[in-house]
């Protein structure tokens, strides 16, 4: 890899900030000052250090966002402020992107990552990852619901939804409800609801696959997934 491009992957400023860097001698690998900002080294083996700090290599960035309402599920938008506005600086060089998608008005877990590999195995249908989330529903939810949505329901475009599990936590004019379902087709909880004859007034994503928001976080608010989390998301 070349030593310019790797600096500013790890988030030492543009190419053309990093070639300064490198001027001012400020960069050694393997102890031996870098004269040339275009050098290239291993950043598995070799050893960087930036005004003698060593600068570890991390190729992905694996983040656990709390997302809030009003924010859309990607990179950039010319109108809406999206996922990616709500990250600081050191951490928007390694070019992230969501995980699947939560729709604009939905809060809770959305990954983050420049991982491609994970992002496949997480959202591909083969692997029926599940999703479950939490919900304020406009009417009454019943049994009968519960039975509907463990068979599949038929979507307003004819498409018939896998089975989901539905848990009623509170039953009354505004119901709570947990579910868990193994797709991510478009509006789907919300279509689910609305082929029953109700309306999702809130909705929050708690887990996907094995990860689980972590409730500390505030909406808006992200972290860096613990080892543990992203081991057994593999």
Request: glycine share 6%.
């Amino acid at each position: 890899m070349r030593m310019d491009k790797f600096l500013a992957n790890m988030g030492f400023g543009t190419r053309k900030e990093v070639k300064q860097l490198i001027k001012s001698k400020a960069v050694t690998l393997n102890e031996e000052t870098v004269k040339d900002s275009g050098k290239q080294f291993d950043p598995e083996a070799d050893i960087v250090r930036v005004y003698r700090d060593v600068v570890a290599y991390k190729p992905f960035l694996y983040l656990m966002l709390n997302k809030p309402s009003g924010v859309i599920s990607a990179t950039e938008d010319y109108k809406e402020s999206t996922v990616i506005d709500l990250l600081d600086a050191d951490v928007r060089h390694y070019d992230l992107h969501p995980v699947g998608r939560l729709d604009k008005d939905t809060v809770g877990l959305l990954l983050l990552t420049n991982d491609g590999d994970l992002t496949h195995q997480l959202l591909s249908p083969k692997k029926k990852v599940p999703k479950k989330y939490y919900a304020h529903i406009e009417g009454q939810v019943t049994d009968a619901d519960v039975a509907a949505f463990a068979k599949g329901v038929t979507l307003d475009d004819g498409y018939e939804t896998k089975p989901g599990k539905l848990t009623i936590l509170e039953s009354a004019s505004e119901s709570v409800i947990e579910l868990v379902i193994t797709e991510g087709k478009f509006h789907q909880v919300k279509r689910m609801f609305e082929a029953v004859g109700k309306k999702v007034v809130y909705l929050k994503r708690l887990e996907m696959g094995s990860l689980r928001l972590d409730e500390s976080l505030q909406e808006g608010d992200y972290r860096e997934l613990t080892q543990e989390e992203l081991e057994h998301l593999y």
